[in-house]
Structure formats: C-alpha cells, structure tokens
C-alpha cells in the first residue's frame, strides 16, 4: 500500500507560479514512477507530468516549458513546480504513483488561475 497527500494548491493570477507537493508514505520503495495528472471541471483526468524512479521525465504538450516535475528520493516527495499559469490550468491536481500493475492516488489539491 502507498498513501500519497498532496499540498500547494490554491488561487493564483494568470502568469503566476505554484508548487505542488505529493508526500509518499507506505510501501514506498516499490513505487516505480510517480505523476501528476489534473481534471478540470466537465473534463476527463489528464496526464500532466511524470517522473520515473530513474528520474526520466515525461510531460503533457501543454506543460512543456512552463510545469517542471522533480522528486526528492530522501523525504520521498515529488514536487510540480508550475509556472507561467493560464486560467486553462485551473482544475484539482492530483498525484499518482505506480507500483507494478497498480497505480495510487492522492485526493487532489485545487488550482485556481485567475484570468
């Protein structure tokens, strides 16, 4: 079992900057990539960025350049750095942590962008 809790939500102005945290906790050491996806309102979960226990990284087009994915293996945390945010990133972010065939998730923080 791992347990992910996320922080760093909250409103910021468009063009502003936030960094999301996802702190792991149980099984931790069989966690084999660790992601943030997101959900806006009336929209499917998408894929935001994901970082692999290697620490490749992969990103959604529309966070390339601007969101940044990083983890720090010794508090076993991830972060989202995002910056230069658009009202379009408004929505609940989530993380996400595979281990083997099972993927977790954390309850998900808000992201507001104010236009």
């Known amino acids: 079992q791992v347990q992910l809790v996320e922080s760093g939500g909250g409103l910021v102005q468009a063009g502003g900057s936030l960094r999301l945290s996802c702190a792991a906790s149980g099984s931790i050491s069989s966690i084999k990539h660790m992601a943030w996806y997101r959900q806006a309102p009336g929209k499917q979960r998408e894929l935001v960025a994901l970082i692999t226990s290697s620490g490749a990284t992969n990103y959604a087009d529309s966070a390339k350049g601007r969101f940044t994915i990083s983890r720090d293996n010794a508090k076993y945390t991830v972060y989202l750095q995002m910056n230069s945010l658009e009202p379009e990133d408004t929505a609940v972010y989530y993380c996400?942590?595979?281990?083997?065939?099972?993927?977790?998730w954390g309850k998900g923080t808000l992201v507001t962008v104010s236009s």
């Open positions: 996400n942590a595979g281990v083997y065939a099972l993927l977790y």
